[in-house]
């Protein structure tokens, strides 16, 4: 007889997520969100999500003249797709602003001890994982989680993949998995006097760092501070003119 304990889990509670930015009711560069999710989505289910393009375009469009939303804002639309091939879309965030913006807030880091790479992977663990620890760096006076490996390197703020520049150098994490760190990417290449260096940034050197930043479906963030080491912003701002002169 088996004696181990069996659990089948509901895949209905279980979900990959992406955030939709959108345009004049229109999701910008919707294959690339597409691609993106299927990625998230293979990983967690072992397939790929049954949404098309047209799809999600539609879809969203619908959902924003029903709610009466403004064409000429921004709206980021949140879009879930679960284990049985459900999806259902929502707003989370409008803007009045058209651009890639850096955002006003800068946040001070708090420095999390975390080997679970596979947190990186954008589904309901992540979102509830994320804001989890968003709370817990508040009980310390912080904003967003730093989560460094067994090995001391850091490998996530605020739940997405680093950037973090030295003098000329910008370290890129290699687990960029998300369509807003990709556009910064691109962009950083037209910086032509700056290096781009995919490598993991061990926790010792982001602590001399000039910059560090990150990326998300809400513009980018400048982190302020990680212990008592403080950051500049330039770079992050160089790079937000770039990504609005190509949109």
Known sequence: NDTVDRYDTDQSVLYAVQYLRTRGYKPLTPQKYLNVLNFHYSVMFGCQSYLTVNQIERECEKLLTEGGYSPTATHIIELRCDGNHNHSLRVVETSPYKQFTVRAVRPKGYIFPMTCHELTIQSSAWVTMRELMRNFSRTYDCDIPICVDSENNVWSVDGVA??????????????????????????????????????DTPLGELLKADELFYVDHRGITSVYSVSTHTFSDNIANLISNILNNGI
């Open 162 to 199: 680093p950037f973090v520049v030295f003098g000329r150098d910008i370290y890129v994490n290699p687990a960029i998995n998300t369509v807003e760190s990709m556009m910064v990417y691109e962009a950083i290449k037209e910086l032509k006097r700056y290096n781009i260096i995919a490598t």
